[in-house]
């Protein structure tokens, strides 16, 4: 098992369902000292209460003075933060010439903007304390390969790794390390109504895509993601970065689907 027991890390976005609970699951496991956001600070607490140490903090990641404000307080509290996992985002499943500019400007300031400001404030306060760190960005599958109503998701999450890459390159001369994990299809049972914006039937669509588009036929956990993140937090991934992970069970590795090529 990794051992973070000596890191401060940071989770945007942790309090909901999905990649970011598994990610605070698994840092915590390791021994990391989680700090929870979410938008309200009961939704942070009521995470943060079921981890053994950890704390809870709230901001809007959209709001740069709630932002700033969680910065100064997390330094108050607990000094230097050595992670930063940037997992808060939305999705958007609609027809790129049907996206409204108030739909493109939400999804860009939550999933682009935040990122960028997130990781400026993050770096600086490691600079400053001549301290080394890391950034781990949430992406997505869609950034290497999308499917109908996803364009704008599918750039937004593009210009996520673009970031990714290029902090890498800036930030290595103060041993910050910025790297991105980007997970496939993970199930949660909030997802089907999503899933109905592009298929009738949520369930069967789970089932087929876990069995036909993936090369390892089991269902990707949140959990699964958060064990990635946790290695890139970690001293064992001390000469990585600019790199994106692809937490995926190999979908987009494969040329075709399984049921096309079976004999």
Same mark, same amino acid.
């Given at each position: 098992?990794?051992?973070?027991?000596?890191?401060?890390?940071?989770?945007?976005?942790?309090?909901?369902?999905?990649?970011?609970?598994?990610?605070?699951?698994?840092?915590?496991?390791?021994?990391?000292?989680?700090? @929870?956001?979410? *938008? /309200?600070?009961?939704? #942070?607490?009521?995470?943060?209460?079921?981890?053994?140490?950890?704390? &809870? =903090? !709230?901001?809007?990641?959209?709001?740069?003075?709630?932002?700033?404000?969680?910065?100064?307080?997390?330094?108050?509290?607990?000094?230097?933060?050595?992670?930063?996992?940037?997992?808060?985002?939305?999705?958007?499943?609609?027809?790129?010439?049907?996206?409204?500019?108030?739909?493109?400007?939400?999804?860009?300031?939550?999933?682009?903007?935040?990122?960028?400001?997130?990781?400026?404030?993050?770096?600086?306060?490691?600079?400053?304390?001549?301290?080394?760190?890391?950034?781990?960005?949430?992406?997505?599958?869609?950034?290497?390969?999308?499917?109908?109503?996803?364009?704008?998701?599918?750039?937004?999450?593009?210009? @996520?790794?673009? *970031? /990714?890459?290029?902090? #890498?390159?800036?930030?290595?001369?103060?041993?910050?390390?910025?790297? &991105? =994990? !980007?997970?496939?299809?993970?199930?949660?049972?909030?997802?089907?109504?999503?899933?109905?914006?592009?298929?009738?039937?949520?369930?069967?669509?789970?089932?087929?895509?876990?069995?036909?588009?993936?090369?390892?036929?089991?269902?990707?956990?949140?959990?699964?993601?958060?064990?990635?993140?946790?290695?890139?937090?970690?001293?064992?991934?001390?000469?990585?970065?600019?790199?994106?992970?692809?937490?995926?069970?190999?979908?987009?590795?494969?040329?075709?689907?399984?049921?096309?090529?079976?004999?």
């Amino acid at each position: 098992m990794m051992n973070l027991s000596n890191k401060n890390i940071l989770v945007t976005g942790a309090a909901g369902f999905g990649v970011g609970h598994g990610v605070v699951v698994a840092l915590s496991k390791m021994g990391a000292r989680v700090i @929870v956001n979410d *938008l /309200t600070l009961e939704e #942070a607490q009521a995470v943060a209460d079921t981890l053994p140490n950890a704390i &809870a =903090v !709230a901001a809007d990641i959209t709001n740069e003075n709630q932002v700033d404000a969680m910065f100064t307080t997390l330094a108050e509290q607990v000094g230097v933060i050595h992670g930063l996992v940037n997992n808060a985002g939305i999705g958007l499943s609609k027809e790129a010439h049907n996206v409204t500019d108030e739909e493109f400007d939400n999804l860009y300031n939550i999933d682009v903007r935040a990122v960028w400001k997130l990781s400026k404030l993050f770096a600086n306060q490691l600079i400053e304390n001549n301290t080394e760190g890391s950034i781990i960005n949430i992406s997505s599958v869609h950034a290497s390969a999308t499917i109908a109503k996803y364009a704008v998701y599918a750039s937004a999450k593009s210009a @996520v790794e673009g *970031l /990714t890459r290029g902090m #890498a390159v800036e930030l290595g001369k103060h041993n910050i390390r910025v790297n &991105a =994990v !980007a997970p496939g299809y993970v199930h949660a049972e909030q997802n089907l109504e999503l899933i109905k914006t592009f298929a009738d039937d949520p369930e069967l669509w789970v089932e087929q895509h876990t069995k036909d588009y993936q090369s390892l036929p089991f269902e990707i956990l949140a959990e699964d993601c958060g064990n990635v993140v946790g290695f890139l937090a970690s001293e064992y991934s001390r000469a990585v970065t600019g790199q994106v992970i692809y937490v995926d069970n190999g979908t987009t590795a494969m040329l075709y689907n399984n049921s096309f090529i079976e004999k």
